[in-house]
């Protein structure tokens, strides 16, 4: 079983920067693709950009493009989402998710192809 731990979020003004992480431990089986996602209050839950685990492709949703970056250190088993130039409408809980086991897809997979998923990190961002 894999577990996800978020951590970095924050309060911070528009125009600003917050790294997330998320740890990744109990890693057993192959997984293809890594992403993060986002929850507004009153909104639905959707992703915001996504890694293949070998090669490293990546793919961001058009809001937050050249904004924010996706990427992992193996070594430290943990994905990060480098977020800059801020927005009040980046204001949301932030969550990492893994995909499911041996399944392998072109980007961006439906949230139905995640199978684990972190507790979630708030960021809140004021004008």
């Known amino acids: 079983q894999m577990q996800l731990v978020e951590s970095g979020g924050g309060s911070v003004q528009a125009g600003g920067s917050l790294r997330l992480s998320c740890a990744v431990s109990?890693?057993?089986?192959?997984?293809?693709?890594m992403a993060w996602f986002r929850q507004a209050p009153e909104k639905g839950r959707e992703g915001v950009a996504y890694?293949?685990?070998?090669?490293?492709?990546?793919y961001y949703i058009d809001s937050v493009k050249g904004r924010f970056t996706i990427s992992r250190d193996d070594d430290k088993s943990t994905l990060y989402l480098q977020m800059n130039s801020l927005k009040v409408e980046d204001t949301a809980m932030y969550f990492c998710a893994a995909g499911r086991p041996g399944r392998w897809t072109v980007l961006p997979p439906p949230s139905t192809d995640f199978a684990y998923w972190g507790q979630g990190t708030q960021v809140t961002v004021s004008s």
């Open positions: 890694i293949q685990i070998h090669g490293g492709s990546t």
């Open positions: 109990g890693y057993r089986d192959t997984i293809y693709f």
